[in-house]
């Protein structure tokens, strides 16, 4: 039927707003380098703060480059976690708009 894409694509959007939320928290308001799913569950947006909403926004935000994933069992902040992400707080280069320019010389 027709209106299942549609739906389909709603939900997209709902994730991909979500995890855009996320990205932005984690940048601007939390100040660690790793995060695990307790933080999120505790500090975290008030609409990730439940696990079964937040995976989806990390699966995005770990497939478009901006958390990694680290070992279950990693210590982060003292503690051994079976999910924990370290952040990318520079913008990944799959993100990043190419713009051509005149001079030979070339910057990161």
Do not use: F
């Not at 894409?5 to 855009?20: I, K, M, Q, Y």
């Not at 939390?30 to 703060?49: K, Q, S, V």
């Amino acid at each position: 039927m027709w209106t299942e894409p549609l739906a389909d694509a709603a939900a997209v959007s709902v994730e991909t707003g979500r995890a855009d939320a996320l990205r932005k928290w984690l940048l601007e308001r939390w100040h660690h380098p790793y995060t695990m799913m307790r933080d999120l569950g505790r500090r975290g947006p008030n609409a990730l703060r439940k696990a079964p909403k937040a995976k989806p926004a990390l699966g995005i935000l770990e497939g478009h480059g901006w958390i990694v994933a680290l070992a279950p069992g990693t210590l982060v902040r003292g503690a051994a976690c079976k999910q924990s992400w370290r952040i990318v707080s520079v913008k990944p280069i799959s993100t990043l708009r190419l713009h051509s320019t005149t001079s030979s010389r070339h910057t990161a």
